[in-house]
């Protein structure tokens, strides 16, 4: 297992426990290690949204559906953070991302 993992598995330790903060840093530093890596801006976007840091954590949704376009947990996920932003039209376009993916559909994000 190499760090980036061994630090991924120790955030997710924390967020089991309800430590959201440690959570956190050490998903950044598994980013910091690895800025392509779509687990760790998902799992940090959804440590955030529970802090209540809604703006950063929908930059993380947004990476997350950059890097995996037909991910439907990425969809769904971004459609909450902008839920809780009270960013109704962005929520019902990522929702209805997520619902061409859970139809088996593909998500064209080249426009």
Excluded at 9 to 18: P, R, V
Excluded at 65 to 91: C, F, H
Aim: hydrophobic letters at 40%; proline letters at 3%; glycine letters at 10%.
């Amino acid at each position: 297992m190499d760090d980036r993992d061994a630090l991924f598995d120790q955030a997710n330790g924390h967020l089991a426990l309800g430590e959201l903060e440690e959570a956190a840093s050490l998903y950044r530093r598994c980013l910091e290690l690895d800025p392509d890596f779509f687990d760790g801006w998902h799992a940090l976007g959804m440590a955030l949204l529970k802090l209540g840091e809604v703006k950063e954590a929908i930059g993380c949704g947004l990476k997350s559906v950059t890097l995996k376009p037909n991910d439907l947990l990425a969809w769904t996920s971004l459609s909450q953070m902008y839920v809780r932003d009270g960013n109704i039209p962005e929520a019902e376009a990522a929702k209805g991302n997520a619902r061409i993916l859970s139809l088996g559909g593909k998500v064209d994000r080249s426009s």
